[in-house]
Structures are given as C-alpha cells and as structure tokens.
C-alpha cells in the first residue's frame, strides 16, 4: 500500500485522507485500506478548522484580521494583564514581532496598554471592551451554526459529538510548537 499523498501547507506537509467514497482498488482488484482512526480524525479537525475559522467574523461582517493579531488577541483574552514578553515566549515569536502585532491591535481599538504598577518602564496589555463585544458576538455566531449543525443530525451521531466536547477541549490547549532549540555554533 502506498503513502498517502501529502500536499504542502505552511511550514508542515498534510496528509490527504481518503475516505470511504473515495476507495479505489489497489493490485489485483483488491480494494485499497482505510486511513487508521486517527488519520481520519486529524483530517476531520483539519478539515473543520480550515473551513470554519472565519466564520464568525463573515456572519457578522467584521472586518477579518491576520491570525497573528488572533493568537495574540487570544493570549491577552486568556491572560489580561501579560506583557508583550511574555506572550512572545508563549507564541515562541520574537519579542519585536509581537510588538509590532501589539501595535496593530491597539492602532485597531482592539487592545490597550496600560503601565505596569510595579515597573513603570512596561506595559501590560488587556483587551478594549470593543474587542470583548466582537468576541462575545463571534462566539455566539458559533453556537447558533454549530446548534443549527448538531439539531440536524441524528441522535446518535449528536451523543457522540457532544461526547467528544471534552478532547476537542484538550485539544484546542495542547501546545503544537516544539520547545525552542539552542542554536549550535
């Protein structure tokens, strides 16, 4: 059995799963096997991240923003109050990048630096209520398209979705990015 083909995205190299509508016979007019359980699940949570990750800002027509400026809205959402520093060692960026994004946000309403009480010469970062509003309308445009999706499913298949919220929780937290490595020379 051959790999499966793998189609360059970004920095990594994702598979391509083939489902069952997809099946061809292989040699000798043996049918060609199914992707193990779990290729299959990594293509699912791809395919719905790549399909869905503008939809909350397209049904409420807010102007889209580079997922850059995402994570680092997500990082100060999760943590008020953390510092331009930290969030570049969390996202493992530069520190100037992160700045930069800061800036963007902030040019945008959507962040604001405050001084930091005990170190005059920091700012720590925390999201404007305009930010917050956005974020409360997108995670609601969600719930009303993924209620919409599992009310049109059958029942079993809607239990065993709702089973699955806890590791797609566990998921959405798991750090992807390796640790950083020490330069050698």
Partial sequence: MSEPRRVPFARASVPMC???????????????QDIDPQRAFAGAVHG?????????????????????????????????????TQIAQTLTLAPSNVSTTVGQLVARGLLERRPDPADGRRHLLYSTPGAELDRARIDEAWARVITEFLEGLPADQRAAALAATEPLRRLAELRLDPPPQPCDG
């Fill in 48 to 84: 719905v991240v790549l399909r869905l990750r503008r939809l909350g800002e397209r049904r409420l027509a807010l102007e889209p923003i580079p997922l850059s400026e995402v994570d680092v809205l997500m990082q100060v959402h999760e943590h008020p109050g953390c510092s331009v």
């Fill in 18 to 32: 083939r489902t069952r509508r997809s099946l061809r016979s292989g040699a000798m007019g043996e049918p060609v």
